[in-house]
């Protein structure tokens, strides 16, 4: 079974899906594979290039400050970008999960997930919330960025309350004792559907 993790930037995804992988699921960080998929894919890098200009890579390695300058103000371009990298991904993701169907269930974390309609491809759908203001503080405290450039991804995503609508699960990501609780609950009630 497939439960896909999805959240809007800051949410904290990615710490609540690690919570998942200490009761022993895996776990599929697309963030992570797209990333690596942007490095090794010879396919991928041309036509990358070949969409955005040669200044894309840099010593062999991703500008991400380049394609983001470029991708989340202007919706055609992030369109390309997702054309690029997004089905790969579902490719990789299919592997992956293919080498792991002995197991109960998965978990695929993904930012885009209602966006791209790869949520049908999920058996169940967790959607992580938090304020929205405790999302800007978070991720300004973790990355090199500004709130113009944070809000910029969040125009590129729906709201909360639409991916709320379509979740199977919420989990409140705020104080983190009480969301590892969520998740522990979660987790037993999937356990019982598999
Ligand atoms: C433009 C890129 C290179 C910028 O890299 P950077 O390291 O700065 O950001 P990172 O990938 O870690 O994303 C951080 C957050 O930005 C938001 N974000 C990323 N991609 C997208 C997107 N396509 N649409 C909306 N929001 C996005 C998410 O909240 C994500 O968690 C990168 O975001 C990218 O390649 N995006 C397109 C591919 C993609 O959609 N990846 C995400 C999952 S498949
Ligand atoms: N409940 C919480 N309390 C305080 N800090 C938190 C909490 N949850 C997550 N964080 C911190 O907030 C930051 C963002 O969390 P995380 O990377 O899990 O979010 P994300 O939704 O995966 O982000 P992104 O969309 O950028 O990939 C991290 O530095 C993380 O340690």
Redesign the pocket.
């Known amino acids: 079974m497939i439960v896909g993790l999805t959240?809007?930037?800051?949410?904290?995804?990615?710490?609540?899906a690690k919570m998942f992988h200490e009761l022993g699921v895996s776990i599929y960080i697309a963030?992570i594979e797209a990333k690596k998929l942007m490095h090794t894919s010879e396919a991928i890098k041309k036509e990358l290039i070949a969409a955005f200009g040669k200044e894309t890579y840099v010593n062999g390695e991703l500008n991400r400050s380049y394609l983001s300058n470029i991708v989340f103000n202007q919706p055609k371009e992030l369109q390309k970008i997702n054309a690029i990298v997004h089905p790969r991904v579902g490719q990789h993701f299919k592997d992956w999960y293919e080498a792991r169907s002995d197991e109960k269930y998965v978990i695929k974390e993904a930012?885009i997930l209602f966006e791209n309609d790869s949520y049908k491809q999920c058996d169940k759908i967790i959607t992580?919330v938090?304020p929205i203001e405790e999302r800007f503080r978070?991720?300004l405290?973790?990355d090199t960025t500004t709130r113009e450039a944070v809000q910029d991804r969040m125009n590129n995503q729906w709201s909360d309350e639409k991916k709320m609508a379509l979740s199977d699960y919420i989990i409140h990501?705020?104080?983190?004792a009480q969301?590892r609780a969520q998740v522990f609950k979660i987790h037993q009630e999937i356990s019982l559907l598999c």
């Open positions: 959240g809007g930037i800051g949410s904290g995804k990615t710490t609540i963030d930012a992580v938090a978070r991720i405290l973790r990501n705020v104080d983190l969301a």
